[in-house]
């Protein structure tokens, strides 16, 4: 079996990171693959290094690129350009192709997304709502859930020390994601951070990654000593483990597997109760859940939880005895068994 992955995505996001940590874990299982990757991706020095894998970089129109293909079993897509080219390879080379859905962004109902979700032999969501948001196009669809993984990035102990010196005294609340204000929703812990600045003082917010709205959010947050910018860094686990809270307060999200890492260092998690959020996140069980667009919610869930250790102890206590299921070598092996039945159809 040769299964050829297709991510045409311009940079490296949570779909990005979750193809490459499925295409590690076949790779360990012995499976040889091909990754058809825009020309200049980062995936490919991502993946570069991966045993029995191909890489193959291509520019656009990618639909010359079909030859590319010769000798592959099943495609792959994980995301939207990507599933134009596998359908198009369905329809021209006869190839069965899935597709992993990431976001619950409402999809155009169209003939062209119908037939491409139709004609997959399976649609992999990783949560209910955007199982929902696939079947309002394509009843017919075969969709899976299969959950995000957590990744096996380490973290360096030392520098957690670091940045906890560096806010000496201060009660870290933080958040990682791409700062895409109309996804993420950082405007709102800005709101939070502007209300507490005054009444809570050692309450110190840090926003770790970058974005298109960076400067858009750095102007909002003009002025607040309780809020730092630290921009992309290289491992974000390093800071996770420094926080002693982590808020994520989306407008929508698809799950959100950056909570899988949370999960894993015993931080605390704050969340809007939007989107797969719920899959993983059950209230006051093994975290809190807000309601979305409400700067008032995150305060007072922030104070709440400042105040009471022992809380904040049992939620990521609770957290971290359930995170082994959403491990990498599990969300490998609920793909494997899904290629395994569509090889045995086609025999």
Known sequence: ?????LNFAKGFRGGERQTQLLIEQL???GYQQRLLVRKGSKLT???K???????IEIAKPYILSML???GTTLLHAHETKALQFAYAAHLLLGLPYIVTRRVDNPIRNNRLNQAMYRSARYVVALSQAIKNEILQVSALAHVKIIPSA???????????????ARFKNKFLVGHVGALDDRHKGQSFLIEAAKKLQKSHPDIHFILVGGGSDEAMLKAEAKGLDNITFEGFVNNVNDYINAFDLFVFPSRNEGLGSILFDVM????PIVASNVGGIPDIIEDDVNGVL????????IVESVITLYDDTQTRLRLSSSAREHVEDYAPQAMAERYIRLYQEIMHEQD
């Open 27 to 29: 790779a360990q299982q």
């Open 290 to 297: 807000i309601p979305p667009l409400e700067s008032d919610a």
């Open 45 to 47: 020095k991502r993946c």
């Open 49 to 55: 290094d991966v045993t029995h894998l191909e890489i």
């Open 264 to 267: 894993r260092l015993n931080v």
């Open 68 to 70: 590319k293909l010769k």
């Open 1 to 5: 079996m040769l299964i050829t992955h």
């Open 150 to 164: 957590y990744t096996d990035t380490s973290m360096n102990e030392a520098v957690s020390q670091k940045i906890k």
